[in-house]
């Protein structure tokens, strides 16, 4: 897949160092980067789950990859002793091969249980051509700082 990234509106300081829970303002853009949909991720799909039967679209498993690479993308640098906690995945659509997308990524949550901080991320992944929603992620992160 190649990418491109897009610098949004920000909750960022505009310090260098690792995004912390602080940092992170609810309902705020992050960043966005751009993917595009290649026969080559598709090809390293099929190697891997035995399966040749998408040839010029995307697996559906393959949203979940996408919106974990623009998510680690976007929101860095982040500090070491981050756990993925959970994940959650819509599928409006399929991309095809060569179809860029467009990944947006939102700080959509964060609350603190028991001194634990736990950040909420929604990306949306939709196509640049028509800005056709394919797809959306929200993942939950205990966040290390």
């Given at each position: 897949m190649t990418q491109e990234n897009t610098l949004l509106k920000s909750s960022r300081t505009g310090?260098?160092?690792?995004?912390?829970?602080?940092?992170?303002?609810?309902?705020?853009?992050?960043?966005?980067?751009?993917?595009?949909?290649?026969?080559?991720?598709?090809?390293?799909?099929?190697?891997?789950?035995?399966?040749?039967?998408?040839?010029?679209?995307?697996?559906?498993?393959?949203?979940?990859?996408?919106?974990?690479?623009?998510?680690?993308?976007?929101?860095?640098p982040r500090p070491p002793g981050n756990l993925h906690l959970g994940q959650h995945v819509e599928v409006y659509g399929i991309p095809k091969v060569g179809d860029q997308m467009s990944c947006k990524v939102f700080c959509i949550g964060k609350q603190k249980k028991k001194e634990k901080c736990l950040v909420t991320f929604q990306v949306d992944v939709g196509l640049v051509s028509s800005s056709v929603t394919l797809f959306k992620g929200q993942l939950t992160v205990l966040w290390a700082r």
């Open positions: 310090d260098n160092g690792y995004w912390t829970y602080d940092r992170f303002v609810e309902g705020s853009a992050i960043g966005s980067t751009l993917k595009e949909l290649d026969s080559i991720t598709i090809d390293r799909w099929n190697v891997i789950y035995g399966s040749g039967r998408f040839f010029d679209h995307m697996p559906r498993g393959l949203a979940q990859v996408i919106i974990m690479s623009a998510y680690t993308e976007v929101v860095q």
